[in-house]
């Protein structure tokens, strides 16, 4: 039996075998007409939200594959102010150290350079030892001329050594001419991501020229190899 409710009073009324869209009448008085078939407002409603999820879900993909590489690439470059940063300071402290003693030195105990820990990029002035940041206690080795990974305080950190530097990058590190007319090459390099590229960064105290011709000014980082771009 199929049934509609007198939306008068709300009885329930008996419409079996009434064509749709032909009058009935109730028995308070009130003429109402048979409904025709079709779906109803809610359904027409749940149907459309529906069809509007299912033809969304491409764009969202879309955005997504845009949105998430860019995040990452965006994470890695704030992971590169650290480089950058602690280049500078290493810069700074040559160039104080000079000042007093007419040398550079590739010795980070005697220049004071002692960035600090949870540094994921290592530091190189030279292919000599780096300071072993693996446990809780620095170890600092005699003479060394660099800063190691900070395997503890990163977790998901890898040490990197000198030999991983990329050929050619190695040998600018350390002390170029005899001082005083003399200057020094620092290196850092980090892993940003899980492959196998280093990000690789130097500074220098004299004026130099890139590969493909670009100058750079002393002082200022210079990027080797961009692991963002990976």
């Keep these: 039996m199929k049934t509609m409710k007198c939306p008068k ?3 329930v009324l008996d419409i079996t075998g009434r064509v749709p869209g032909s009058s009935l ?7 109402t007409m048979v409904p025709k078939s079709g779906m109803s407002r809610g359904a027409l409603f749940a149907l459309i939200a529906v069809s509007g999820v ?3 879900c491409p764009c969202v993909g879309v955005l997504a594959a845009i949105a998430i590489p860019n995040f990452i690439k965006f994470q890695a470059r704030a992971k590169q ?8 300071a290493w810069y700074t402290a040559q160039r104080a150290y000079f000042q007093e003693k007419d040398t550079y030195s590739t010795s980070i105990q005697e220049v004071g350079f002692l960035p600090e820990r949870r540094n994921r990029y290592a530091y190189f002035a030279g292919p000599g030892a780096l300071e072993d940041r693996s446990t809780t206690g620095a170890q600092l080795a005699v003479g060394a001329e660099g800063i190691g990974v900070d395997t503890l305080g990163i977790s998901t950190a890898r040490a990197i050594t000198f030999e991983q530097l990329p050929e050619g990058v190695g040998s600018m590190a350390g002390i170029q001419g005899e001082c005083p007319e003399c200057d020094i090459t620092l290196l850092c390099a980090g892993q940003l991501d899980n492959d196998e590229t280093l990000d690789v960064w130097s500074i220098s105290t004299m004026e130099r020229e890139a590969d493909d011709g670009t100058p750079i000014q002393a002082g200022v980082p210079f990027n080797h190899v961009n692991d963002t771009n990976d």
């Design 54 to 56: 299912v033809m969304m």
């Design 9 to 11: 009073c709300g009885s």
């Design 25 to 31: 009448t109730c028995t308070c008085g009130n003429v």
């Design 81 to 88: 102010a650290e480089c950058k940063s602690n280049l500078k």
